[in-house]
């Protein structure tokens, strides 16, 4: 597993972020970013999945587009991001895009070690996870969720429930307990993948400095 680090390396607040080859050219833009709507200092670890459809599902399920099937190697992929989150003096917090986005909120729901859960355009519409949101409660206590106002307008059938499956979690998150938000932005799932990704780094960390 490749690590890159960006921001301040002695920070005590470290955001964790599973990324694949085209996710890693925007990081850097993505730090800038965050920068600009916080105050605190901050390491970010882009952590590079070999298999994206393999690595960030929580169990397998089959092809939405083309024909690559999901795998289920997130139990994998999370237990090595906890040995990088072992440090007791610092502040976790977990998130991603689109899968990545997804993996977040499982992994948020399988462990305490991170203190917000920043889902960027999630992949809400993955098979069972509503029913897995229910039967394992979120043990992050924040939690932010986004998507772009056209992404549930497909005609994939799978895909095109992803607006409601959101809404449905938002809901069931609430319940639960979470500090949660749900934004909208303008765009299909293809636009603005790194500034939404600060934007949703951004809300968790300034929602648990008010805190």
Same mark, same amino acid.
């Not at 299909?188 to 400095?209: C, E, G, I, P, Y």
């Given at each position: 597993?490749?690590? +890159?680090?960006?921001?301040?390396? +002695?920070?005590?607040?470290?955001?964790?972020?599973?990324?694949?080859?085209?996710?890693?050219?925007? =990081?850097?833009?993505?730090?800038?970013?965050?920068?600009?709507? =916080?105050?605190?200092?901050?390491? @970010?670890?882009? =952590?590079?999945?070999?298999?994206?459809?393999?690595?960030? +599902?929580?169990?397998? %399920?089959?092809?939405?587009?083309?024909?690559?099937?999901?795998?289920?190697?997130?139990?994998?992929?999370?237990?090595?991001?906890?040995? @990088?989150?072992?440090?007791?003096?610092?502040?976790?917090?977990?998130?991603?895009?689109? @899968?990545?986005?997804?993996?977040?909120?499982?992994?948020?729901?399988?462990?305490?070690?991170?203190?917000?859960?920043?889902? %960027?355009?999630?992949?809400?519409?993955?098979?069972?996870?509503?029913?897995?949101?229910?039967?394992?409660?979120?043990?992050?206590?924040?939690?932010?969720?986004?998507?772009?106002?056209?992404?549930?307008?497909?005609?994939?059938?799978?895909?095109?429930?992803?607006?409601?499956?959101?809404?449905?979690?938002?809901?069931?998150?609430?319940?639960?307990?979470?500090?949660?938000?749900?934004?909208?932005?303008?765009?299909?799932?293809?636009?603005?993948?790194?500034?939404?990704?600060?934007?949703?780094?951004?809300?968790?960390?300034?929602?648990?400095? %008010?805190?």
């Amino acid at each position: 597993m490749e690590v +890159s680090v960006y921001g301040n390396p +002695s920070a005590d607040v470290v955001l964790v972020q599973p990324v694949d080859e085209h996710d890693l050219a925007f =990081v850097e833009k993505e730090v800038a970013a965050i920068r600009e709507r =916080v105050t605190e200092p901050f390491m @970010l670890l882009a =952590v590079k999945v070999k298999d994206w459809n393999r690595d960030l +599902s929580p169990w397998k %399920a089959p092809a939405v587009f083309g024909n690559e099937n999901f795998g289920d190697g997130a139990q994998h992929t999370l237990a090595k991001i906890l040995e @990088l989150c072992a440090d007791p003096d610092k502040t976790y917090y977990l998130g991603g895009y689109s @899968l990545a986005g997804l993996f977040a909120l499982w992994a948020g729901c399988r462990t305490d070690r991170f203190k917000g859960i920043a889902a %960027a355009s999630p992949s809400a519409w993955f098979p069972g996870f509503l029913s897995d949101l229910n039967a394992h409660p979120i043990r992050s206590g924040i939690v932010y969720l986004s998507l772009g106002d056209r992404e549930e307008k497909t005609r994939n059938p799978v895909m095109a429930t992803v607006g409601t499956r959101l809404r449905q979690m938002y809901d069931v998150l609430r319940v639960q307990g979470a500090v949660c938000t749900l934004e909208w932005n303008p765009g299909n799932h293809f636009k603005d993948a790194d500034l939404r990704t600060a934007n949703a780094f951004s809300w968790v960390m300034n929602t648990a400095r %008010a805190d």
